[in-house]
């Protein structure tokens, strides 16, 4: 066990140090017929966040990677929204200029989905972050999907309640992102699985 643990840790240190190849250029992968970003995009977007963005490779360098450093996109810009409408709004003008998006929570996913594969722009949901509605009778909370994992058992904790969900990443990992991939972890036998605990979502597309 202690030679097994000392190979994995080396290997995240490695990992740590490495800037690994962008992903289109390993797998040899074709951009899609996207709109390019322009400077005017480029502010129009960020204004509709009221400047909650971030913008240029070199400064996305932490959201372009994921976690296992293993792929890696060359996004310009991330927008925090921190409403609904934000999203929308967001998600609107992008369909107008064919732009391509990708959503990402806390990045803490093992398989490259919550990164760009080539420029496209991350809607980074982190500020999204409120707990709506805790109801202690029925055992139903309203969250939105950029809670921590951590942080909502938390003050679920305060109402004698829990998340049917515990992993190792529930210090940074998002409801969100957690419900996407239908996270299993520590209470998977006992409370099955996320997915079968969600009553509802609301989700933003191009059309709302």
């Not at 970003?37 to 996305?60: A, C, F, P, R, W």
């Not at 609107?92 to 760009?116: D, E, M, R, W, Y």
């Not at 809670?147 to 969100?176: R, V």
């Not at 996407?180 to 699985?193: D, F, Q």
Request: proline share 3%.
């Amino acid at each position: 066990m202690l030679k097994r643990t000392s190979a994995i840790q080396s290997f995240l240190k490695c990992s740590s140090n490495l800037t690994p190849q962008y992903t289109a250029e390993k797998y040899a992968l074709k951009r899609g017929d996207y709109g390019a970003l322009t400077q005017d995009d480029q502010n129009h977007l960020i204004s509709l966040v009221n400047g909650k963005g971030i913008v240029g490779e070199k400064e996305l360098e932490g959201y372009n990677v994921d976690w296992m450093r293993i792929v890696r996109g060359k996004s310009e810009l991330l927008l925090k929204p921190e409403t609904t409408q934000q999203v929308s709004s967001i998600l609107k003008f992008c369909h107008s200029k064919n732009i391509a998006v990708v959503p990402q929570g806390g990045n803490t996913g093992l398989v490259g989905g919550s990164v760009p594969v080539f420029d496209e722009v991350i809607l980074n949901t982190s500020l999204m972050n409120k707990v709506e509605k805790i109801d202690p009778v029925s055992g139903v909370v309203v969250a939105q999907a950029g809670c921590i994992l951590d942080q909502l058992n938390s003050e679920l904790a305060e109402h004698k309640l829990m998340m049917p969900l515990d992993l190792g990443a529930k210090g940074s990992c998002q409801l969100g992102g957690n419900i996407s991939t239908n996270a299993g972890g520590l209470r998977l036998l006992r409370y099955g699985s996320l997915r079968g605990n969600v009553l509802g979502m609301e989700v933003k597309k191009v059309q709302n």
